[in-house]
């Protein structure tokens, strides 16, 4: 998505700070609703695009710029997730969100010299974890946007009815079915010490190719799913079973050999992993741990989603 949006100086519009300072706002409520940073991006722009493109009276005109962004964001990722479902049908293998690094991470890598900007960083909570965020791109768009706009980011059903054209009741009903699916997807919170460990001897079973241990590591009913995106190769659907998830990934290990190292990391607030090869990120892994096993993995290699955790 492309704009033909000039850029506003800010000593010719003393209200752009108030505007802006928006961004990281609608930055989250990008990413909550389309899974994609990038996406996420794009909405923001065209969002403002908008405004500018009104003139200064009908600016002026407007109660509350904020919430009228937030309404045209919403709309925006609205129409977004309509098409986003065609453009599925087509995708190479399995679609997983695109991963996030802990904001430090971020933030203090080579990113500042590349030109990332804070105002762009996502607050990681329960609400963008992978599970959470999975089990929304399963939702219709109607559904998704009625209840992140209402039990994410506390918009009355008045509101939230008015961005998804439904009625309130509609919406109070869209939203109390999404909570049904999500309260399935919820996991204790993280990363803690002990889910952090269970990775760290992840790692080290994997690294040692020590099957038995990685067997043990997982959960019987364990699923593993890898997003490859047709650019990198990777396993198309999802491995179910600890201890056929424990074969395969010996299997990648073989395959990598030493050129991949490994390193332990915060993703979308979780503990994870990040495996380079030849220094470059390849794979970013999340990981969902129940107790003390791992219950469910996230693989994504598609480069397309990588570009943030080439900044760390």
């Avoid at 690094?101 to 030109?115: C, F, H, V």
Wanted: contains cysteine; glycine residues 8%; neutral net charge.
């Amino acid at each position: 998505m492309t704009t033909g949006a000039e850029p506003v100086d800010e000593r010719s519009d003393p209200g752009l700070s108030a505007i802006m300072s928006e961004r990281r706002r609608l930055i989250n409520l990008g990413y909550r609703l389309l899974g994609s940073l990038a996406d996420a991006e794009d909405v923001v722009q065209e969002t403002y695009a908008r405004w500018y493109a009104m003139s200064a009276r009908e600016q002026q005109a407007i109660e509350s710029p904020g919430g009228w962004l937030m309404t045209v964001a919403s709309r925006i990722c609205l129409n977004l997730l309509g098409s986003a479902r065609a453009r599925r049908e087509t995708y190479v293998g399995e679609w997983i969100p695109e991963p996030l690094p802990e904001p430090t991470e971020w933030l203090t890598g080579r990113s500042g010299a590349d030109g990332i900007d804070p105002a762009d960083r996502v607050t990681l909570d329960e609400s963008v974890t992978m599970a959470f965020l999975v089990v929304l791109d399963a939702m219709t768009p109607a559904e998704r946007v009625a209840f992140v706009l209402h039990d994410v980011f506390r918009y009355p059903f008045g509101e939230v009815a008015e961005i998804v054209g439904r009625t309130p009741a509609a919406c109070r009903q869209l939203a109390s079915s999404a909570r049904r699916r999500v309260r399935t997807a919820q996991a204790p919170a993280g990363p803690d010490a002990g889910q952090a460990d269970v990775v760290r001897r992840f790692r080290a079973a994997w690294e040692a190719q020590d099957i038995e241990a990685l067997i043990a590591l997982l959960d019987p009913s364990a699923t593993a799913t890898a997003d490859g995106g047709g650019l990198a190769v990777t396993h198309l659907h999802p491995i179910v079973g600890g201890a056929r998830i424990a074969r395969a990934y010996l299997r990648i290990a073989r395959l990598a050999g030493h050129r991949t190292t490994y390193g332990e990391c915060t993703v979308n607030g979780l503990p994870g992993l990040v495996a380079r090869q030849d220094g470059d990120v390849a794979t970013v892994f999340a990981f969902r741990i129940v107790g003390e096993r791992i219950e469910r993995i996230w693989a994504v290699r598609n480069p397309e989603k990588l570009r943030l955790w080439r900044l760390t």
